[in-house]
Structure formats: structure tokens, C-alpha cells
């Protein structure tokens, strides 16, 4: 082992150095050969038929996969294959990204994140589709708003979803409190109720997600858009430093100093949000739909099973506004079967697909109609809340350069409620880095 | 070496050894040369982009010289991540030396439930670094194992102070058993006798641990500290899984140049991965050139061993290394009585 340190370079290394540079130069010259040309990849549009694709997340239920089977049978020259992709957001867009830089075919209907549609949109990564074949007018207008760019639809919404209020209504009885807060205001006067009885000592307030990941972003969010403000405004231009946007903010500056929200509040993520929830130590949580389920699980899991509800999120002067989640489908650009994959995201959006996935999974759907479904309402009681809130949701800001948009929010956020900043300079800087950022 | 018949079939033998080692030659090329030399040339270019009437993206990659390279020096974010990874480098190698030292020391000696120990320590280093990130980032979890001990509510993955604290111990806890390892593989080719004969020279047991375990068992300890400097130094998945991305009190610079890329940045992500690139290669120079002194000596000094083990009658290196051994045992541990007089 001693000898790796022998002085100097060996002669084998030296010889074997100019070769080798000399080959990976002319590789990369190669490679490189077309660099300084603006390049504007070609989306070739084709009606293409044969067999596809499906890049989805993990088909836990196993639903997808008999849903395809189904579409299997009936097509017999036009098979669907499902590749899984990661669960993790930030892995599957990478993969998502890697594969549409190298132009691949690998992957003909992709699954993506509502907030990605601007930027693969814009990059030519996936296609336009042909929005009158889907029949519009039946799918929860906010879902359907996050398919869209420049006002064409790019990607069909398939799961949707908003943020609610979890609250925990054996508490809230014992203190008096007849209905879920509305207003800030409502929640601290109901959690300070909550406190002074038995039952409620030792409970933590209200929280929702403040790690510094997405999740910072969503919230902020929904704080500036539940305070009447709005982080951008309809010309995509930021709005930050609005007196609303600011007051959003302040209630999560607030949050935190006067102890609505515990101080680990900035350590939490969904996951340990719902944890702490499940385990009886929140009086009000801020989550997705998904939650419903496992805190309703009798097998010992939660302790509060039976013991909560849900609400739509509060707001400054009234109910607040959520943000919109969620997955919608789209053709990638380098498919070669593109009529096919348009069919397919046809087939699985429509209403009886989705009515039948929906009775597999807990996530919420993007056509209006299974809301009001009373099967649907019996297995998820959530539905009419959900239905409710996403009449007030927005999606997140639409820009090409999402993941900075975000990262910018979370930057100045997390130094807003860690007390590293005034709201008025955090929120100054944040309108000064997200202008740097608009389209 | 250079006998009339190796001279004369050298000129063929050369041209064979060519022929056999291009295919190696071309792997290394495509595997090693040509992605530190892309990844240099995309440092010095930059993508531009506009957007159309459609508000679809017309991109340009336009060649922008050493601009990469300059918009890092004012670069608050760069500055902090540069410090990071020379701050965790430094205190994870030193503390994680010590620790390795004392904890090959220990699995040397004989004692009961040895082969125990010496398995159990190994387990930190057998298992992946994100699965045991992930493991500490419960254990430091708001409500984790952590704070349950400590009896006190400590925002360990927050970002702080705190944050450093947990990722130095983290990693000491999975690459302090690979010094380990090195440092009893160093130890356990020290012969029996040149302690009996430090012994009979009357050293005690600090003394015969500083002059005649710590010399020779540097070299090996050298060779675990260069490679553990330079895993450091491209520390990723610990603080990326374990914190979280865009942390400021721990990113370094492997997560501020994969945050880039995924950013599609591109120039700078290459300009940024260049620069820790130069900095692995010249830490590990220096450090080669300062601490090597003592390393190279004994290189050569093996390499006669080596030699004359080779024209000696005996084929065995085993018996040759320990006489080696016992040599150098005895010079030591002379030195080190001539030290005490």
C-alpha cells in the first residue's frame, strides 16, 4: 500500500496520459461539435401508432396495472407497458428531465407533477393535447389550471388535491368550541380554549410544513393566498411585498414566536407532521387528503382514530386558500407512438377509469363528478371538504424555472421564521430574487 | 535488468504490451479522461436562454471563457459550501483518525468476545451511507432517539450549529471502522518480538505504543488518512439525506454542484465540480508531499526488502518481511532507548 505514494509519477502513468487525453479530446470535440448554434429542439409532432409506455410513480395497489390491462385487451396492437418511476418528487423529475435532454423514446406518457407543466411545456419536452377530446367542462377547474401554459393544455389532470385542515374534534368539544376555526384568528382563540382543558395540556397547536424543502413553498403559499394576497399576479410578475402577502407571511413569523406553531415546526415535513398528528400531539394539522385514511386506521396505528375531522384551511378574515397538488398526464415529445398516447390519457382520465382507481386509492381525482358521488363520499368523507377547498385553491406560481422559484421562497422564508430576518426585509429580498426569476 | 536478451526482444515486447493494454487504455479514456475533460469544457460555457412568441425556451450555448470560474468568487453560496466541506473534512479525518487508532488498538489485543467487537464495529461501514443518513436523521429527528436522551427539544436537522454537529458524528460513526480497519491491518504485521525486545529494553507501555506501534504503524494510518480526506472532501449523500438540500450550515460543494445541474445550469455546475475536483488533487498532493517523506523512505526501503527477497534463495516473502520487520523493530526500539538515556 505503501508504493501509491511513491515520489512522483510513475513512467507506466506518464506514457499512458497523452493517448488518453488525446482520445477523450477528439470525444468530446465530437460530442461538442454543434455548440455555439442555438439549439430549439424540434418537437415533431406524429400520429404515430403502436405500442407505449406509462412512466408513473409506484403502482401501490396494483390498480393502474389492471386499469392497463384492461386497455391491454382492447388494443392488442397498441400494448401499454408501465415503468415505475421514483416515489421521491425531486428523483422522478430528474429522470424525467435526463431522459427528455437525451431526446430518449424511453418513455411515451409521462406522469408529472403539477408544477413541472411550465417547464417541460416550455422546453419542448412534451406536446400539446387536443383539449375538446377530453371534455373540459367535467374536471375541477383548478386540476384542469395546472395543465395548462400559455393557455394551451400540455397535460391532462389526473390526481388532484389541496391542502386541509385536520382538527381534532374530541378536544375542541371538551373546550366548548362548536366548529372548525375559520380565521386565524378562530385558531388560536380555539387552540388557547383547547389548552386549558385536561385533555389538551401538553398538545401542540397548529402545523403544517416549514422544513425548508417544497412543502415551505406550498405553505408560504397558502398563507399569502389565505391573507388575500398572491405570490405572482396573473402577468406572472411577484407580488411578495404586498401588504396581504406580507401579512401571510406574518402569521407564520407569528406562528412560530408566540407558540401557535411549536418551534419544531421547521423540522417538519409531511410525514412527521402526520406522525405527530396521528399520535394525538396536534390540535390543528395542515395536510393532503392522504392523511384521512391513516389517521382513521383502526388497527392501533392512530390514536386518533374517530376522534377528528376535516375542514377547508382558515384564513386571515375568513376561509383561507389552498394550494393546488397534484399529477397530470402528458406525450412526451420524442415518443414515437403519439396518437396512441394521446388515446391512452383519454382512457385513463375518463370518468369511469377514474371512478374505478379512485376506489383503490385514497388520492383525489380530477373530475368534479366523483365529488359528489355518494359511494366515493361514503369511502372518503373528505370528498365534500375537498370539493369545497379546491373552489378557492390556486396552483403554484407557473414558471419555467420552478424548482428556483421555489428554492428562492424557501431560502427567505425559513430566514423569515427562524427570526434571521424582519418580514419586511424577507420579504423585500424574496420580491428582488423571484423578479430575477420571471419568465 | 538490462541483459542481452531482454534488449533484443524489448522493441517486440513493447509493441505486445501496447497491443494488450489499449483496450485498457481506451476504457480509461471513455471512463475517466473524457468526463473530466467534458466536464471542463462545459465549465467554460454558458446556456442562454429566450423564450419565443409561444413562450417555448430557444436555447444558445455560447462560449463564455473562464466566467464560470469568476462568478464563483463573490459567490456567497460557493464561499459557505467551500468552507463546509474544508470544515467537516478536517474535523471528521481527525477525529475519525484518533478513534480508528484507538479502536484498532483494541481489536489487536487478545481479549474475550474479541471476534464480537471487531464484527460489530465493521457493521457501521457495511451498511450504505444514505440508508445510515437516514437512520441519524430519525435519530435527530425533532423527536428522536437523540432528544429523548438528551432530555431536551434540539432542532438538530434545522440547519445551525446543531446540523454540523450531527453530520460530524454521523460520519465518524460510519468511516471511523475503516481507519480502523487499515490501522489493524498495519498492526497486525508488527511481529511479537519487536515488543519483547522493547520490552527487555525496558520500555513501558506508553513508550513502546509512541516509539514502536505509532511509527510503524504509520504508513498504513497515512494511507487510511489520505483516503478518508479525500472521501470527505466529496461528502454528498450524508448532509443531502440527512439535512436536506439548499442548508447553508452544511452543503459542500458535491451538493452545490448536483443542485445546479438538476438546475440545468450546466456551466456552473461543471465550473463548480472542476474546482473540488483541483481541490481533491491538491490536497491530496500536499499531503503526499508533507506527510509522504516518512511514507517514501519506507517505499524504498520495502522495495529493496522486496529485492532482496527476490535474489535470495528463499522464495517465501513471509520470513524475509519479518527479518525486515525485527530490523526495523530493533532500530526503533534502540532509538527509542537512546531517546530515554
Known amino acids: 500500500m505503501t508504493t501509491t505514494s511513491a515520489g512522483g509519477r510513475p513512467p507506466l502513468a506518464r506514457s499512458l496520459t497523452v493517448p488518453a487525453v488525446t482520445a477523450a479530446l477528439a470525444l468530446a470535440l465530437a460530442a461538442c461539435g454543434g455548440s455555439g448554434e442555438p439549439k430549439s429542439p424540434a418537437a415533431s409532432t406524429n400520429e404515430g401508432r403502436g405500442p407505449i409506455t406509462f412512466a408513473t410513480g409506484k403502482d401501490l395497489t396494483g390498480t393502474i396495472q389492471k386499469l392497463v390491462g384492461k386497455w391491454n385487451a382492447a388494443h392488442p396492437d397498441e400494448q401499454v407497458r408501465i415503468i415505475e418511476l421514483p416515489e421521491d418528487g425531486d428523483q422522478t423529475r430528474q429522470q424525467l428531465v435526463q431522459n427528455a435532454q437525451i431526446k430518449s423514446d424511453a418513455y411515451d406518457v ?119 394576497g398572491q405570490v405572482f399576479d396573473a402577468q406572472g410578475k411577484p407580488q ?34 402526520r406522525r405527530a398528528f396521528q399520535d394525538g400531539r396536534l390540535v390543528f394539522h395542515r395536510n393532503w387528503a392522504y392523511v384521512y385514511a391513516m389517521a382513521s386506521a383502526k388497527d392501533g396505528t392512530s390514536k386518533v382514530n374517530g376522534k377528528f375531522d376535516v375542514a377547508p384551511l382558515p384564513g386571515k378574515d375568513g376561509p383561507g386558500s389552498g394550494t393546488l397538488g397534484g399529477n397530470n398526464l402528458s406525450v412526451s415529445a420524442f415518443s414515437k407512438h403519439q396518437a396512441t398516447s394521446r388515446d391512452f390519457i383519454q382512457y385513463i382520465v375518463s370518468l369511469d377509469v377514474q371512478r374505478e382507481y379512485g376506489k383503490e386509492q385514497s388520492f383525489p381525482l380530477s373530475r368534479a363528478a366523483l365529488y359528489d ?3 366515493m363520499i361514503k369511502q372518503y368523507p373528505y370528498l365534500p371538504v375537498m370539493k369545497k377547498s379546491l373552489e378557492t385553491a390556486k396552483p403554484r406560481p407557473v414558471a419555467i424555472r420552478y424548482s428556483e422559484v421555489s428554492a428562492a421562497v424557501q431560502d427567505h422564508v425559513t430566514a423569515a421564521v427562524t427570526g434571521k430576518k424582519p418580514v419586511d426585509q424577507a420579504a423585500a429580498d424574496l420580491q428582488a430574487a423571484l423578479s430575477g426569476l420571471a419568465d | 535488468m538490462s541483459t542481452p536478451t531482454i534488449a533484443r526482444s524489448r522493441d517486440g515486447q513493447g509493441r505486445l504490451a501496447a497491443v494488450l493494454l489499449s483496450p485498457t487504455f481506451a476504457v480509461l479514456g471513455v471512463v475517466i479522461a473524457f468526463p473530466i475533460v467534458a466536464a471542463v469544457w462545459d465549465s467554460l460555457h454558458r446556456t442562454t436562454e429566450e423564450l419565443d412568441a409561444d413562450g417555448l425556451v430557444v436555447e444558445a450555448e455560447r462560449f463564455s ?36 487508532l484507538a479502536m484498532a488498538l483494541l481489536m489487536h489485543r487478545a ?9 460489530g464495529v465493521l457493521v457501521p461501514w457495511a451498511i450504505p451511507t444514505a440508508i445510515s443518513a437516514l437512520l441519524w436523521r430519525w435519530i435527530f429527528s425533532a423527536d428522536g432517539v437523540a432528544n429523548a436522551v438528551l432530555g431536551r427539544e434540539i432542532l438538530w436537522t434545522a440547519g445551525g450549529l446543531e446540523a454540523k454537529l450531527a453530520i460530524i458524528l454521523a460520519d465518524t460513526w ?49 494511507v487510511a488518512v489520505m483516503f478518508r480526506m479525500m472521501d470527505a472532501l466529496r461528502m454528498f449523500d450524508l448532509p443531502q439525506v440527512m439535512i436536506g438540500t439548499r442548508k447553508p450550515s452544511v452543503e459542500t460543494l458535491s451538493q452545490l454542484a448536483w443542485d445546479e445541474a438538476m438546475n440545468l445550469r450546466y456551466g456552473p455546475a461543471a465550473a463548480t465540480a472542476t474546482v473540488l475536483f483541483l481541490y481533491i488533487a491538491v490536497a491530496a498532493f500536499v499531503f503526499v508531499r508533507i506527510l509522504g517523506a516518512d511514507m517514501l523512505s519506507e517505499a524504498k526501503d520495502d522495495g529493496k526488502a522486496v529485492a532482496r527477497g527476490r535474489g535470495g534463495s528463499s522464495p517465501h516473502k513471509q520470513p524475509d518481511m519479518l527479518s525486515e520487520a525485527k530490523d526495523d523493530g530493533k532500530a526503533v526500539a534502540r532509538g527509542g532507548k537512546e531517546g530515554k538515556a
Open chain 1, 110 to 228: 409521462i406522469r408529472l407533477d403539477a408544477v413541472w407543466t411550465a417547464e417541460f411545456a416550455a422546453r419542448r419536452w412534451v406536446l400539446p393535447l387536443q383539449e375538446e377530446k377530453l371534455e373540459p367542462a367535467t374536471f375541477v377547474p383548478a386540476a384542469l389550471e395546472t395543465g395548462r401554459y400559455r393557455g394551451k393544455l400540455y397535460a391532462a389532470p389526473w390526481l388532484t388535491g389541496t391542502g386541509i385542515l385536520y382538527y381534532r374534534t374530541d378536544l375542541l368539544k371538551a373546550a366548548g368550541v362548536k366548529s372548525p376555526p375559520q380565521t386565524w384568528a378562530e385558531l388560536q382563540d380555539a387552540c388557547a380554549k383547547v389548552k386549558k382543558t385536561p385533555e389538551g395540556e401538553g398538545a401542540d397547536c397548529y402545523a403544517g410544513q416549514y422544513d425548508k424543502y417544497e412543502g415551505l413553498t406550498v405553505n408560504y403559499s397558502e398563507a399569502v393566498q389565505s391573507a388575500g
Open chain 1, 240 to 273: 411578495v411585498t404586498s401588504p396581504q402577502a406580507k401579512a401571510g407571511l406574518q402569521f407564520l413569523v407569528d406562528g412560530f414566536k408566540n407558540g401557535t406553531i411549536p418551534p419544531k415546526g421547521v423540522t417538519l415535513k409531511e410525514e412527521e407532521g
Open chain 1, 373 to 375: 358521488d355518494p359511494a
Open chain 2, 65 to 100: 471563457g473562464l466566467a464560470n470560474y469568476t462568478s464563483l468568487i463573490g459567490n456567497d453560496r460557493f464561499q459557505t459550501a467551500l468552507w463546509n466541506t474544508t470544515f467537516f473534512t478536517v474535523t471528521t479525518v481527525a477525529i475519525e483518525t484518533l478513534l480508528g
Open chain 2, 111 to 119: 481479549f474475550r468476545g474479541r471476534a464480537i467487537f471487531r464484527a
Open chain 2, 174 to 222: 460510519k468511516t471511523a471502522p475503516f481507519v480502523a480497519l487499515l490501522v489493524l491491518a498495519g498492526l497486525q504485521v508488527i511481529p511479537d518480538e519487536v515488543y519483547e525486545a522493547a520490552r527487555v529494553d525496558g520500555a513501558g507501555a506508553w513508550q513502546r505504543l509512541r516509539s514502536v506501534t505509532l511509527p510503524l504503524v504509520m504508513p498504513s494510518l497515512l
